[in-house]
């Protein structure tokens, strides 16, 4: 009798650790698939319309110059494409990922303004004080753009906080993958006479998993307004939204193939043991 | 036989899934009771990135009115909102007129100054709009006696130009908030056309017409 009860005791602490173990697997691929994973990212700009966005954008922040500047608004027309921010995002994408050092160059914008200035002022007769100011508004732009897009401590930051997030996720996966295996491998020997009670005990968990998440993202919805998110820009937040969504619908849709193989199980797992109970009242 | 094992396998399935539902619960309370702080903190800094809109919905639903016996605002516009048009017809001017002066609002049309009254409350108004093309480059054209009309959610007012002054941008005090008569000022950086940052204002006095 005492050694069922510690059985069962035993039993039920490494469903709980199998659970745990489980859910951190679980978290750990979406996180490796999704927010770890550079060409995701890339992906999610791409689907956001990014590069277009950001284009209007930092034409807007451009704009804000102009007005106070007393130069025409076409002055601003065409020094920056998609093409250059697209470059330039996948630059800084690679330095976070990869650890590469990458520095945003505004050569080209700063020579298409100051044709578009020259162009403009053609007219004029400009003095060395009108020659100075137009200089300091080229490098005043060209500075502009690079913090819309850099925001530069934040890129070296970020790629600190990747590498670390990175070797934890190297250290703790084989760690829970080896934990998975020694559970499966001690609930063996515990039950060899009755495997059908582990096809149980799995369903079990996988049934808490799933539960666990859709509680955990139903929390997350409640106390958090995802779609309202504002970081550091409209463009860079619609990406950012984009991504966290992504992240819960990958969970939320992982969950029923979850709950519904671990409703199968236990169903599975308690009809073979309705039949072994039968063919034992059988043959008493 | 069959019904006795399917009700068997129906209360053991049943009873399994309570058994999940107990772990999970065991589990999110152990968590909440380590870790409940960490996580409400969490939520705290990603609720500062996270606008709610329940609040805005309600405030931009309250109507701006006028008590015209105490010529005063009731529930004045919202911070960065626009709440009436300026029209200059003589400089073909029909530009949306926003409460606050801040860079955002006169990169979209003409600001207010917060510190100004509004009209129809009987005092100094302070109107302002960039120099640029779509804004107010032709004030040069403007003349004494030129009509200016401000349409606002809560009435129309029309007002009539009688002086024009080239201001320094430090000399706020030929701007004065006053509160004994109806003054629309409305100012632009002076000259028009130039290249760089303005030191002057080119500031047009109106008073209301009856």
Known sequence: M??????????YLLLIVLIIAIISIILLTNLSK?????????????????????????IENFEKYILQSGLEETVI?????????????????????D???????????????????????AEYKLTEENEKTISQFI??????????????????????????IITIKNVIEPILITCIIVICIVLLIIEYKQIYNIISLFGIAMLSTGIFYIVCTYILKLNVKIENMQILNDSISKVIINIIQGIVDKINSMNIYII????????????????????????? | MRRNKLSYVVKATIRDMIVALLIMVLLIFTIDLFLGQEINSVFGILNTVAIKTENKEVVQNIQTTLNKEEKKIINYPEYGTQYATIEISKINVNLPVYYGDTLEILKKGVGHSSGSYFPGEGGSIIFMGHNSKNVFRRFSELKIGDEIKVTTTYGEYK????????????????????????????????????????????????????
Do not use: W
Request: with cysteine; glycine share 2%.
């Open chain 1, 2 to 11: 005492l050694m069922k009860i510690v059985k069962n005791i035993v039993k």
């Open chain 1, 77 to 97: 027309e065409n020094i920056v494409s998609e093409q250059k921010i697209e470059e330039d995002v996948e630059g800084i994408i690679n330095a976070i990922y």
């Open chain 2, 159 to 210: 007002y009539k130009i009688y002086d024009m002054q080239i201001v320094e941008e430090d000399e706020s005090y030929k701007l004065p908030i006053k509160n004994d008569k109806e003054v629309l000022m409305v100012y632009t950086c002076y000259p028009f056309n130039n290249i760089g940052y303005t030191k002057q204002r080119f500031v047009v006095y109106s008073e209301i017409m009856e």
């Open chain 1, 260 to 284: 519904v193989a671990g409703i199968l199980f236990i169903i599975i797992s308690n009809i073979i043991k309705s039949i072994k109970m039968k063919n034992t009242e059988d043959k008493e």
């Open chain 1, 34 to 58: 999704t927010i770890l994973n550079k060409n995701y990212i890339l992906e999610n700009f791409e689907k956001s319309n990014f590069y277009a966005n950001m284009e209007n954008e930092v």
């Open chain 1, 99 to 121: 650890g590469t050092d990458y520095k945003i160059d505004t050569t080209t914008i700063e020579t298409k303004l100051k044709e578009n200035i020259n162009n403009y002022l």
């Open chain 1, 139 to 164: 490098k005043t732009i060209g500075n502009e753009y690079k913090i819309l897009l850099d925001y530069t401590d934040y890129t070296s930051r970020i790629n600190h906080i990747y590498n670390k």
